[in-house]
């Protein structure tokens, strides 16, 4: 049976949600933003094509594991089920707004500490109830970690992890054997080859190489092309972070972080951290004595979208870091009624462009051009990494809904993104 996800506004979609608009569609899902019946409150619905039974049973399990971790940091899964009338699973999250890390650094370059151990302690916190279920990612990267609006003053945003399509439970051995899914400038080394043993400590591998692109201003990986990278993955030598980032010509990077990244980067996954909090805690340590000594390159950057309204008190950076510190823990207020969707970073070219003019900040030069942000080495290339060697199969972030069936793989490496530019919509 032929299935159309095409739904229309005011289109009454599973009893339950009043079609808005359409976000993104691709050969195998759509996003909407929709009117939950029941609360009268916009979400974000994202639809999938019932491929099989399997399928199916996959998609609603995965989408329950999200819903199970006690965080505020991961994305609200409001619902889930399958349409009746279309046999066509959905998901039904809270919308966002604000923008993914990914874009943030692509403008900003490099980061300061203060800014670095806010984020990076947000996302601790998401990882580390995840881990604790346990629950890992397999897909965390910079535009699964969403940068959203907050209602209090304490936070300049409210960090939400994205994605958890690729999410598997671990078993209670310890480790889960399965298809190798991922990103490739962001997965492990057992992520490269299917049917090896995934742990929580394949998420802290990503953590580090998060944590050293926030703080250096590019990513880790030299290579762009395949083999070059395959063999940098998984063969040569690992430059220690100062190092390269020395080589990058990025700034100097805190006492003690060679040593924490090397742990998180260790090819033996036995020999890294073995729990998100384990390896935040690690971190804590090398960037609290910079927080305040750090002064301007440490204090917290409003993003474009920040209203004017909120900013803090006028005064030099440094000030303002000590109005507010990384080391304010954002309340537990929810991010409140939002108005960009969350949304999978790998759409098709059938996607609807956004309706909201990008900020001067959004604005980029050609790659390579004089024009581009600090931070843009490795933003290029898109396109999904398909079976390169044996048993090599990679996906981007719910790649395996959202993108169309049959396409052929891409011999160039890719961070997961098919667009260029925030996801955020304009108020309505």
Known sequence: MSVSLDLVPDQIFAGQFRVRRALARGGMGAVYVVEQLSTGKQRALKLMLPLSAQSVGHFEQEARTSCLIPSEHVVEVIDVGVDAATGAPWLCMELLEGEPLGDYLERMGALGAGETYEILQQLAHALSAAHDLPVVHRDLKPDNVFLA??????????????????AKVVARQGSLNTMAMGTPLWMAPEQSEAEQPITCATDVWAFGLLAYRMLAGRDYWR????QPFLRELLVDPLVPASQRCAEQGGPLLPEGFDA??????????EERFQHAQEAWRALEEVLSPHLVAVGASGAMRRPSWWPASRAPAAGPRGETLETF?????????????????????????????????PSAGDERGPSGSAG???????????????AVGAGLLVLGALGWWLGAPGEAPVEALSDGRAREGSTREGST
């Open 372 to 386: 581009e942000p600090a931070g843009s080495s490795r933003r290029r290339g898109v396109g999904v990494f398909g």
């Open 325 to 357: 510190t990384a080391r304010d823990v954002p309340g537990r207020t929810p991010a409140g009624t939002l108005q960009a969707a969350l949304l999978d970073d790998s759409r098709s070219a059938e996607e609807e462009p956004s309706a909201a003019a």
């Open 223 to 226: 290579a762009l092309e395949v």
């Open 149 to 166: 609006r907050t209602r209090t003053e304490l936070s300049a945003f409210l960090v939400k992890v994205l994605d958890f399509g690729l």
């Open 260 to 269: 924490w990244f090397a742990r998180c980067v260790a090819r033996s996954a």
